[in-house]
C-alpha cells in the first residue's frame, strides 16, 4: 500500500525559506517520476517541480531559480527547497508519485504554505 505524507510546511514571511519533505512508503523513490504540485484558493491545481528516476530535473517558469526539488534515496524521501518566497507562492503543496509499475498516479494530502508579512 502506497503513501505519501507531506510536511514542512507553515507561515514564512516574503523572501524567507521552507523546506518541504514527502515521505513515501510502499514505494521506492528513486525508481519512480516525484512531482510537487500546489493550488491555491480557487485557482487550478499547478505543477512546481518534478525529479525523474535518472535524477532529471524540470521546473514551472514561476519557481525557476528559487525551488530545487530533491531526494534521500535513504530515507525514500523528496525535498522541495523553497528560497526567496513570495505571497504568491501561498498554496497547498501536494507531492504526486508516478508509479511506473502500474502507470498510476499516487497523491499526498497535502500541506499549506503561506508567505505573508
Known amino acids: 500500500q502506497v503513501h505519501l505524507v507531506e510536511s514542512g510546511g507553515g507561515l514564512v514571511q516574503p523572501g524567507g525559506s521552507l523546506r518541504l519533505s514527502c515521505a513515501v512508503s510502499?514505494?521506492?523513490?528513486?525508481?519512480?517520476?516525484m512531482r510537487w504540485y500546489r493550488q491555491a484558493p480557487g485557482k487550478e491545481r499547478d505543477l512546481v517541480a518534478v525529479i525523474t528516476s535518472s535524477g532529471g530535473t524540470v521546473y514551472a517558469d514561476s519557481v525557476k531559480g528559487r525551488f530545487t526539488i530533491s531526494r534521500d534515496n535513504a530515507q525514500n524521501t523528496v525535498y522541495l527547497q523553497m528560497n526567496s518566497l513570495k505571497p504568491e507562492d501561498t498554496a497547498v503543496y501536494y507531492c504526486n508519485m508516478f508509479q511506473v509499475v502500474g502507470g498510476i498516479d499516487f497523491w499526498g494530502k497535502g500541506t499549506l504554505v503561506t508567505v505573508s508579512s
Open positions: 510502499g514505494s521506492v523513490v528513486s525508481m519512480n517520476t
